[in-house]
């Protein structure tokens, strides 16, 4: 409480009655009913980041710099990766312990900084862990010259099938 809110509370004999660190905003009604137009004016869009997935071998790469370029020219900070690179928006390489598309991506849709993501797939890695997001904004199929793992018999078909699940 202070009795002048002109000057700092430890200048004017106020007393601090309660912190809240952790508002519980949505828990009351009328903040239940303001939520959405709270969250509409505080992001952009529905609060995805545009992923493109893109498939093939080097030439899969090459578009995906291309890409990452042009987003970035349009102030978007994107982020490649494929199963054993991954390039950060200031297009250098960010290291990774791990040789995992699946797991890159994960890492990445957890970092505040991604604002848009390419996936270069390169492999037949998704068969086997399944995707690791549930939409695609864009895929683009550049050539079908990725390598199986040891012992898939699957084919580059069941890999297109599941990419396009999430379109």
Known sequence: MSSDI????YENGAIIIEINYSPAYGDEYISKET???????????DGRIPITVIVGNEDAMDRARTLQEQALQ????????????????NQKNRIMTFDSLYKRTK???????????????QNYELLETGL???????LIIVNENIPKLSNNDKDFTTLISLLESVI
């Open 6 to 9: 002109t000057k700092p509370w």
């Open 35 to 45: 939520i959405k137009t709270f969250l509409t004016d505080l992001m952009d869009g």
């Open 74 to 89: 349009n102030n978007i900070k994107t982020f490649i990766t494929t199963h054993n690179q991954t390039i950060a928006d």
């Open 107 to 121: 890492a990445l849709l957890m970092d505040k900084d991604v604002e848009g993501l390419i996936l270069v797939v």
């Open 132 to 138: 690791p997001i549930d939409n695609i904004d864009k």
